[in-house]
């Protein structure tokens, strides 16, 4: 084969791509961008092409690519002990499992530890179904819980479900999505009413007696959808009333995220009966934990579960790194300060841009819905498509979502600064600016 039509590195990758892997593993773009490496904020391709990173492997690498202290504490462990499963006790496991403790809202204090935040998803329902006696579980619409049967059945979106619900004990109640209120109200004079459904909810749709209603705490794969502040307060008292336990699914908006706290429940001033996490824990390694109470966790026993690759040396020296890195670098007020001025600049597109229906987050977590008519709210699901495609040209690497596919979001690492956030934005209004 000739040199001037030789295949590039990255056409091969996604020839591979499409020849070995499962056509359900979806990519982004009209043409698959292969990354090559990355650092800080930023990631590049085979052809040394730099982008700035605006959605951090779906929020998960909170304190940069390959940031030097997670790197070099995953290369000495790496020399030391890769491996032994949880049969025996290692120091980063249990130093891990101190500072999840030490962080979690409340008396969390014993953790069980799994490779995925679907995982952690499973443990916290079972744990809620053995400590209660109870079966039925309460989920949200446009939820997203991952990808096992239970985890599906749990999720509120059919693209992500494959299948009808395999857990018959599972409902979901109304979304607290006050853009598109399933009730046609308009907050706050709805007076919450997604929350107070929840009473409706299980008087007629259960047995009265529930085991538990889990809920992320901003919707992320819904479209980062932030539920009204009085929201949990409300709906987790009526949970309860029923015998239920309240999992706060923190598995995208854990860690800072949010900003000024661990997790997104702080701001709801509710204590989680259990809570559950992966993603930003290790910066990207391959971990997920369920954190409960003492007694909840003692309801386990005398059963007996095991995760082999859960809380593996590798995976817990880097989540001990990069929350070491968010304690020093201050990473949970520049999540605050950071994201104010993103939703800020984001507001002002939202000004100049009528296809922007609405913009909602929270810290470092922020999202653009798109639409083709304001009055109607008509989701614009070919503008988002659109849009990651102008903006990658201009060298920026944003996410999509919600239910329609119309929402762009929005979640660079936690140590993004003020300067790149607005290369960014001119990125955005250059993209927008072009499809007028």
């Known amino acids: 084969m000739s040199e001037s039509i030789e295949k590039s590195q990255a056409e091969r990758i996604n020839e591979k791509h499409k020849r070995h892997i499962f056509d359900a593993v979806f990519n982004y773009y009209e043409t698959p961008l292969p990354l090559q490496r990355g650092r800080g904020v930023h990631l590049y391709d085979f052809d040394g092409r730099e982008y700035l990173d605006f959605f951090a492997g779906i929020v998960t690498v909170n304190v940069g690519h390959c940031h030097p202290k997670v790197t070099a504490a995953i290369q000495e462990q790496a020399a030391t002990l890769t491996h032994v499963s949880t049969l025996y006790p290692t120091a980063p496991i249990v130093e891990l499992a101190e500072k999840l403790a030490e962080i979690t809202p409340g008396d969390l204090n014993q953790t069980f530890f799994t490779t995925s935040g679907t995982e952690a998803n499973e443990t916290a329902i079972l744990l809620a179904q053995l400590a209660t006696g109870a079966q039925t579980i309460v989920a949200l619409r446009h939820g997203y819980s991952g990808r096992s049967a239970v985890a599906r059945s749990l999720s509120g979106q059919a693209p992500w479900k494959m299948q009808p619900n395999q857990i018959a004990s599972i409902v979901h109640a109304p979304a607290p999505y006050c853009y598109r209120c399933p009730f046609k109200l308009t907050y706050p004079e709805c007076g919450i009413a997604c929350a107070e459904d929840l009473e409706e909810l299980i008087v007629t749709s259960t047995p009265g007696v529930i085991a538990g209603f889990l809920a992320e705490t901003i919707l992320g794969a819904g479209g980062f959808i932030v539920p009204p502040p009085e929201y949990f307060p409300i709906a987790v008292d009526i949970i309860r009333r029923h015998g239920g336990l309240f999992i706060a699914d923190e598995v995208q908006t854990g860690f800072g995220r949010t900003g000024g706290v661990w997790f997104g429940i702080e701001h709801s001033g509710v204590e ?36 082999t690759f859960g809380g593996n040396p590798l995976s817990s020296a880097a989540a001990i790194a990069s929350i070491s890195v968010i304690e020093e670098e201050g990473l949970l007020e520049n999540a605050t300060q950071a994201g104010a001025h993103l939703r800020q600049r984001l507001e002002e597109m939202k000004e100049r841009f009528e296809v922007i229906g609405d913009v909602r987050g929270m810290g470092l977590m922020q999202a653009i819905e798109l639409v083709k008519d304001r009055d109607t709210k008509e989701p614009a ?22 239910l329609y596919g119309n929402v762009i979001r929005i979640g660079p690492p936690l140590n993004i600064t003020t300067d790149q956030i607005d290369t960014g934005i001119e990125a955005l209004v250059a993209s927008f600016a072009a499809l007028e």
């Open 381 to 402: 699901p070919d503008v988002a498509l659109q849009m990651m495609e102008e903006t990658k040209a201009r060298g920026l690497l944003v996410g999509k979502g919600g």
């Open 272 to 307: 989680p009966d259990i809570i559950t996490m992966a993603k930003g824990i290790g910066n990207g390694a391959p971990l997920g934990a369920t954190v409960t109470r003492d007694e909840l966790a003692d309801e386990f026993g005398p059963g007996l579960s095991i995760s």
